[in-house]
């Protein structure tokens, strides 16, 4: 399985029973700034996780910009009843409410100085552990890293 593959599984996999909201019109975040044009992530699914935290899969768009070397993510945002869902997903500028996202070369990242990289580093490291070869993943993957997440969050 391909590290995209694994967030999108890992997000349904954090879901399990939650009912699945769609956004009238996609949410865009900030991913990449070249000074001429800019990266983004799309979300247009979400759910509520616990009542604490707005959780969606996010996918770089565009053909060519400047996020062209980003891929995905599970992006995980603290509720703010001041805000609406689509302001919350917004904020995830540069994934900093992201607990990993994906290079398109397949490589698992967590961004420095977020919001979760305090506790995300050390398990994104680990993640070889699953690898069958290069860029390929094994399907218990996806379990260790929803336990992780959801360890994370408590």
């Not at 609406?84 to 490589?107: C, V």
């Not at 698992?108 to 100085?113: E, G, Q, T």
């Not at 379990?143 to 994370?152: N, P, S, T």
Request: glycine residues 6%; contains cysteine.
């Amino acid at each position: 399985m391909l590290a995209s593959e694994v967030l999108e599984k890992t997000y349904l996999a954090l879901k399990e029973d939650y009912p699945e909201l769609f956004f009238q019109n996609p949410v865009y975040a900030e991913i990449a700034n070249s000074g001429f044009e800019k990266g983004y992530i799309v979300y247009k699914l979400y759910f509520i996780l616990d009542e604490l935290w707005v959780v969606s899969f996010g996918r770089k768009c565009g053909k060519k910009h400047s996020g062209q070397k980003y891929d995905c993510d599970i992006a995980i945002v603290p509720i703010d009843l001041n805000k609406s869902t689509a302001e919350m997903l917004h904020s995830n500028k540069y994934f900093f409410y992201s607990p990993i996202f994906t290079y398109s070369s397949g490589e698992f990242a967590v961004r420095k100085d977020s919001f979760f990289s305090e506790k995300m580093i050390k398990v994104v490291s680990r993640l070889g552990e699953f690898e069958v070869k290069k860029g390929t993943y094994n399907e218990l993957i996806v379990e260790h890293l929803r336990d992780k997440i959801r360890e994370i969050l408590s």
